[in-house]
């Protein structure tokens, strides 16, 4: 019969190589996941566009997305290819001037407008209403890329356009909703 200060031992024995076989594991997991890139997970932050070579020379993280980058575009965009991404967006919206607004604002003659200034839509968000200034090419690219990055708070939940090329096409579409047209860049 065991007395308890045997079993005591015992059980002692029985911790100790448990922790000689995983500890040096856990320690090399743990070393590992320390050595991960930037973006280890959850989602990414813009970064700046011209992403400076870090001070030790690794090489710099690739090309983050850059809305002057979807302005450019905006030259040779085809208006007429945006359709399909169009679609995602008459779920909340609509393009039809005489239409009221739906979810979201009716997009007539966004480019240009004021953000947030929609005279029939009451579901703008406040982080909208306090951003001030108009939507100009870049803004539109930049929120349409990822609205809650641009825009932390917004009420839009959508997650974005990621292709530059459908982004231009879609931004030069949304430029056709008026009946006077703003210049392209
Ligand atoms: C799930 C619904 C939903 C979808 C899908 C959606 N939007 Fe929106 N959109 C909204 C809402 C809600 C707002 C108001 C956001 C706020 O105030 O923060 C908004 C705001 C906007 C604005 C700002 C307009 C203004 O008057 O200031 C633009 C531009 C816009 N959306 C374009 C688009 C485009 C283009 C797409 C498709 C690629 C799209 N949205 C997809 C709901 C949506």
Not at 62 to 87: W, Y
Request: glycine fraction near 8%; include cysteine.
């Amino acid at each position: 019969m065991l007395d308890s200060f045997e079993l005591t031992k015992i059980v002692g024995a029985v911790l100790a190589a448990l922790l000689l076989i995983f500890a040096p594991k856990t320690i090399i997991d743990l070393t590992r996941h320390g050595h991960h890139g930037p973006v280890a997970g959850g989602y990414k932050l813009p970064e700046p566009s011209a992403a400076p070579a870090a001070a030790d020379g690794a090489p710099a993280a690739p090309a983050a997305f850059d809305p002057a980058q979807v302005v450019a575009a905006l030259a040779t965009a085809k208006p007429e290819n945006a359709s399909g991404t169009f679609k995602k967006c008459l779920a909340c919206h609509t393009a039809d001037k005489a239409a009221a607004s739906k979810a979201g604002p009716n997009l007539w003659d966004v480019v240009g407008r004021t953000h947030g200034t929609r005279a029939d839509f009451t579901g703008y968000s406040d982080a909208m209403k306090k951003k001030g200034g108009d939507w100009n090419y870049a803004d539109l690219a930049a929120f349409l890329h990822s609205p809650k990055v641009w825009l932390p708070g917004t009420k839009m939940i959508f997650a974005g356009v990621s292709d530059p090329a459908d982004l231009a096409d879609l931004i030069a579409y949304l430029r056709t909703l008026s009946d006077n047209p703003k210049p392209l860049p």
